[in-house]
């Protein structure tokens, strides 16, 4: 006690109250209420939570008067939290003038919501989305849990930009067929489109549609990297468009709300997202614990994040926001675990803290959580975890089902490990499941025993344009470490953008056309953006965080590698000890030769079996002969879950016959 008093040591946080919340009370002034009880106590107090409908209209905020909280579910049933409102008076569409603009199916089958009478009036606003901006979603439907779709054509998938008749800059672009010339009189009609890369998209508001040359005029800015033909695009809010189930469309002017109603529509599930905030934010808050909670259906982000220490979400639902699921910014050692994120319109999580100057870790994390279906409302760069910063570990997520990236990493000293990732990159192409790039400075990643698969192009025609692929390290990226990896199905295992000291060792590449794929764009197109006073700033990015300092110089020895010579030549990567089953182990292009990539003790089978007269089997049993020659060789990392050679070759075996014997081993704990 008397070393407690002194400061010696740390007191320890007693167990304290527990206090109780139900449906029928308001959160906001229950969370007050509790916090003029509580004082600032130090011990650890309890809000338990009972089972329903929670509706925030202005988000909960927690400060550091609320640090030492726990806010769980007390178990007797699903805990909904919601910046939204449940809406009803759903009848059936019979205002001839509504349904002359609808297809003749819509007749006695489109539903119409008065929301006015239902004291709403805000419905927010369409606004442009692009890769660099993030802002709040206008008013969505959610039925039973799940978000409906903005009115829009067509109803899947792209139309094709077939023109940019100003140019790239200009403010127009022409379009095939007949039906956006229906749409010209329509209000507040919108584009979203990729329109010069495949890895980039914005949503535009349009000004005009001319039927007679099919061009449409859009406000500035115009497009993101302008319109170019080849481009691909949807029109959404549009009325006319109302024409499938699922479909909805506000008509601001007059308060209603028209849907053409799901499958087994049940109007008592029917939620509208009504607030900007986020639905929980925290401020400068320590030891805080979020658990069992469903927290979703808001124009902004689920749970928000600033300034925190030990803040953890377990075992929580957060769904259908307009923002970012969860969202931590310069928080220490903090995270989200045992969770669900799912059908954001941003991002999945993004994790922000540590000190890339000092190399100071945040002890942020992301464990054992199941994200999917992000990016609803901008797709690209809107990865399911954003890490930015030093010092995180991601591990045992599941990961699947995202138009563009998985992960992004904007940091030093990440572990990227045992995690699932399948069916990413599913609308995007020259993209990569695991993304990092333009930046020598970001080191220290590792990414390790991770299963990647199903990760193959769906744009064609098939070339750089639209390759896809497992780990992306992009413009010049150096550094990374990618160890005992599986990528099963993956069209290039590994890309490497002209970067170097990146070490790829002890993997398995298991039917990929590329294991891995190098150029040396540095000496080519981006010669002069990587060169000092280029575009790409490397100069600012080195001196920002002294990188030619005795900090950096420490940790990462790999530096002079880097950094010494021409930036731009590829130097120092290595390609070692791995299992490999694919049309090509290693190609070179732009510049780049095979004496960029040191390659030893690699194990190489031709993935097109049939044209060898093989099959699976044998293909297996002359690795096993290979193996059983160089006794041990190719190592495996230990710490990955396959411990020896043997091991990853009964793993490709179990895989090339259908058996997924890897996902077994590291997907989530219990």
């Given amino acids: 006690m008397l070393a407690v008093l002194l400061g010696l040591v740390a007191p320890i946080a007693l167990q304290g109250r527990t206090f109780e919340i139900r449906p029928s009370e308001n959160f906001a002034s229950t969370l007050s209420a509790i916090r003029a009880k509580r004082g600032n106590a130090d011990s650890i107090d309890t809000l338990s939570v009972h089972a329903g409908l929670y509706e925030v209209p202005a988000?909960?905020?927690?400060?550091?008067?609320?640090?030492?909280?726990?806010?769980?579910?007390?178990?007797?049933?699903?805990?909904?939290?919601?910046?939204?409102?449940?809406?009803?008076g759903w009848s059936t569409l019979v205002d001839g003038n509504v349904l002359s603009k609808l297809p003749s199916g819509a007749r006695g089958v489109v539903l119409v919501s008065n929301l006015r009478s239902q004291g709403l009036t805000n419905y927010g606003a369409l606004t442009r989305h692009d890769p660099g901006v993030n802002k709040p979603a206008p008013m969505e439907l959610f039925v039973d849990g799940l978000p409906m779709t903005l009115a829009r054509w067509p109803n899947a998938g792209w139309a094709a930009v077939t023109g940019a008749p100003d140019g790239p800059t200009g403010a127009a672009f022409t379009y095939q067929g007949s039906e956006p010339a229906k749409l010209e009189a329509e209000p507040d009609l919108w584009v979203h489109g990729y329109w010069g890369n495949n890895w980039a998209d914005s949503t535009d508001e349009v000004t005009s549609i001319d039927p007679g040359s099919h061009t449409i005029q859009t406000a500035a800015p115009h497009g993101v990297y302008g319109y170019k033909k080849g481009g691909r695009f949807a029109i959404i809010n549009a009325l006319r468009e109302l024409d499938s189930p699922g479909e909805y469309y506000i008509d601001r002017s007059e308060g209603r709300m028209y849907l053409w109603p799901p499958s087994g529509f049940?109007?008592?599930?029917t939620i509208v997202s009504t607030s900007d905030a986020p639905i929980i934010s925290i401020s400068g808050a320590k030891n805080i614990e979020l658990k069992g909670l469903t927290i979703g259906i808001g124009r902004g982000a689920g749970i928000k994040a600033q300034s925190c220490d030990q803040l953890s979400i377990t075992a929580c639902s957060i769904t259908d926001v307009g923002g970012t699921g969860v969202e931590?910014?310069?928080?220490?050692?903090?995270?989200?675990?045992?969770?669900?994120?799912?059908?954001?319109?941003e991002y999945g999580v993004v994790l922000n803290g540590g000190d890339r100057r000092t190399l100071q870790g945040s002890g942020m994390f992301a464990s054992n959580d199941r994200i999917w279906s992000c990016g609803r409302w901008e797709r690209a760069f809107r990865p399911a975890v954003e890490l930015i910063g030093d010092g995180f570990d991601v591990n045992h997520n599941e990961i699947h089902d995202m138009a563009h990236m998985a992960i992004?990493?904007?940091?030093?000293?990440?572990?990227?490990?045992?995690?699932?990732?399948?069916?990413?990159?599913?609308?995007?192409?020259?993209?990569?499941?695991?993304?990092?790039g333009r930046n020598p400075t970001q080191l220290g990643n590792v990414i390790r025993g991770n299963l990647l698969e199903n990760i193959e192009p769906s744009l064609r025609p098939i070339g750089p344009d639209t390759w896809v692929c497992g780990v992306y390290l992009d413009d010049l990226a150096s550094g990374v470490k990618v160890l005992s990896n599986t990528f099963d199905k993956v069209f290039i295992g590994v890309n490497l953008g002209g970067g170097s000291a990146n070490e790829i060792e002890a993997n398995s590449f298991v039917d990929c056309d590329m294991a891995?794929?190098?150029?040396?764009?540095?000496?080519?197109w981006a010669a002069a953006m990587a060169a000092p006073g280029g575009s790409w700033d490397f100069d600012r990015r080195v001196s920002e965080v002294d990188a030619s300092g005795a900090t950096y110089r420490s940790r990462y020895p790999e530096l002079s590698t880097i950094l010494s010579g021409n930036i731009g030549t590829p130097k120092g990567n290595t390609f070692a000890n791995n299992l490999v089953i694919a049309r090509s182990a290693v190609?070179?292009?732009?510049?780049?030769?095979?004496?960029?990539?040191?390659?030893?003790?690699?194990?190489?089978?031709?993935?097109?079996?049939?044209?060898?007269?093989?099959?699976?089997?044998?293909?297996?049993?002359?690795?096993?002969?290979?193996?059983a020659s160089k006794g041990t060789t190719p190592g495996a990392d230990p710490d990955a879950g396959l411990t020896d050679t043997a091991d990853r070759v009964a793993d490709i075996d179990s895989r090339l016959l259908g058996n997924s014997g890897r996902a077994q081993r590291i997907v989530r704990r219990p």
């Fill in 59 to 88: 988000g909960l905020k927690l400060g550091a008067s609320d640090s030492n909280l726990r806010i769980v579910a007390a178990g007797d049933g699903p805990v909904r939290i919601v910046g939204g409102k449940k809406i009803g």
């Fill in 266 to 269: 049940d109007p008592e599930t």
């Fill in 328 to 345: 931590m910014d310069n928080c220490r050692n903090s995270g989200i675990r045992d969770s669900d994120v799912t059908d954001a319109g």
């Fill in 408 to 436: 992004l990493l904007k940091c030093n000293d990440a572990a990227v490990q045992s995690n699932v990732i399948s069916r990413v990159c599913t609308e995007t192409g020259d993209a990569g499941a695991i993304y990092t």
């Fill in 516 to 524: 891995v794929q190098l150029d040396a764009r540095g000496l080519d």
């Fill in 587 to 627: 190609e070179t292009r732009v510049k780049a030769t095979r004496s960029d990539i040191r390659q030893e003790g690699n194990l190489v089978r031709s993935h097109n079996l049939a044209a060898q007269g093989a099959t699976p089997s044998t293909v297996v049993e002359q690795l096993r002969q290979q193996v």
